[in-house]
């Protein structure tokens, strides 16, 4: 059972999808062939829920709907799955990178760079920027950045992050209302990651990276891969007003 469990976890994670979708995406691989009931029996998925994860792995391509009575479902195989996540991720990344390439332009990054280049002195690189290696120290940093928002905190969050980051935020969510810190949650939706966060404003999005911003002048990135070991994970951390600015113009571009 703990096996079984534990395949489902990694098959979630892996491919991008929710506990349901891979419940009923593994289901249909085991039929080949099978109707939306079928489905809701093997799986253990409740049938109220079952057409829309149904519609959602049809929409991501796992699936296929063979019409008739009753419409039945055909199992994508594994391997173009495989190949289609691969594409899908090798361009989020590059968009994401084309993003980055265009702050060069903006009237912020300039500026940074006139300051660097007139300052009566350098600064120090790694006074202002650090990289963090490994899920607990990660969550440990972020934790402490938490801990000193004074008036606003942007959390952005892919899939894979939600739960994890949801639960990071909990327990600061009591002490951000009575400080009056506004604070926003982007993510995909997730009932059980909102069920912790009920005092925090969620905007449902797709993110293809998740970060950290506290009051406009620190971010943490994570940078590492989806499906890196917990103790490989990497987090770059900047602490810079004009670069975080910089970040938030094309943040704020992207949910136009």
């Known amino acids: 059972m ?49 057409y829309d994860v149904l519609e959602s792995l049809e929409k991501k391509g796992f699936i296929i709907m063979k019409i008739g009575k009753p419409i039945k479902y055909l199992a994508v195989s594994p391997e173009v799955i495989l190949d289609r996540v691969k594409k899908n991720i090798k361009e989020e990344a590059d968009e994401l990178v084309m993003q980055f390439e265009s702050v060069k332009e903006t009237d912020e990054f300039k500026e940074l760079e006139l300051l660097h280049k007139t300052g009566v002195q350098h600064v120090d690189i790694s006074s202002i ?8 120290d990660i969550n440990r940093f972020m934790k402490n950045m938490l801990s000193k928002a004074k008036s606003s905190v942007v959390v952005v969050a892919a899939s894979e992050h939600v739960e994890r980051t949801a639960k990071l935020l909990k327990g600061f969510a009591a002490g951000f209302a009575k400080k009056g810190v506004k604070v926003r949650f982007y993510s995909p939706f997730n009932k059980a990651a909102m069920k912790k966060l009920q005092n925090v404003e969620h905007v449902e999005y797709n993110a293809s990276t998740s970060f950290v911003n506290v009051d406009g002048k620190e971010m943490a990135f994570m940078v590492s891969n989806a499906n890196v070991a917990p103790d490989f994970e990497v987090a770059i951390w900047i602490s810079s007003p004009f670069f975080v600015n910089a970040v938030n113009v094309l943040f704020e571009e992207s949910l136009k």
């Not at 489902?8 to 249909?28: M, P, S």
């Not at 920027?129 to 607990?136: E, F, L, Y």
Request: glycine share 8%.
């Open 2 to 50: 703990q096996q079984e469990k534990q395949f489902l976890q990694d098959l979630k994670k892996y491919f991008r999808l929710n506990i349901y979708e891979v419940k009923i995406w593994t289901a249909l691989l085991s039929r080949g062939i099978a109707s939306a009931g079928e489905l809701a029996d093997i799986s253990g998925v409740p049938r109220s829920r079952c």
């Open 129 to 136: 920027s650090k990289s963090i290696v490994g899920r607990t």
